[in-house]
């Protein structure tokens, strides 16, 4: 059984919305925890995200895959993203503001693991998702990478 597996995030970043992003000066700086699966057996996996200077409330799924992008699992899904229903956003003379998803990941050998692994952007989505290809180019993107200032996993 091969153990080494990549965790990922992807960042629906404001996707589609028009609105007006607030800064991180304008956002609470509690932390949000949510559990899922508390019933569920293995390992704790727990991600800390620090705000970033473009942080609205982003929408985000976390999902394994296996080193050859294999999916095993998903962790998480924002309610929205799961069901294809947005009750937010606003849609201004007929057209929607897209922007790409972000997406990071971090690689976790559960055979050697290590107290916590940053996770880093590795690519994005079209900026409509009409090809579901990942570009890595990240030189075309601005707030988009500072939605967050940094990224842990931990395994427990």
Known sequence: MNRLFIISV?????????GTLKTKNQVPEEKNAFSTN?????????IDLTKGESFYYPLFA???????????????????VATG?????????????????????A???????????KMNAVGHSHYSDKTGELFTDLSTLTT????????????R
């Open 107 to 117: 690689v976790i050998d559960l055979k050697y693991l290590k107290d916590s692994y």
């Open 144 to 155: 988009a990478l500072q939605i967050a200032d940094l990224i842990i996993v931990k395994v």
């Open 10 to 18: 992807i960042f629906l970043t404001a996707s589609c919305s028009t």
């Open 62 to 80: 976390i999902w394994f895959e296996d080193m050859d992008g294999k999916y095993i699992q998903t962790l998480y899904v924002a309610k929205s």
């Open 38 to 46: 508390i019933t569920g057996k293995g390992q704790e996996i727990v």
């Open 85 to 105: 229903i947005f009750e937010y956003g606003k849609q201004e003379n007929s057209k929607w503001s897209c922007q790409p998803a972000l997406v990071y990941e």
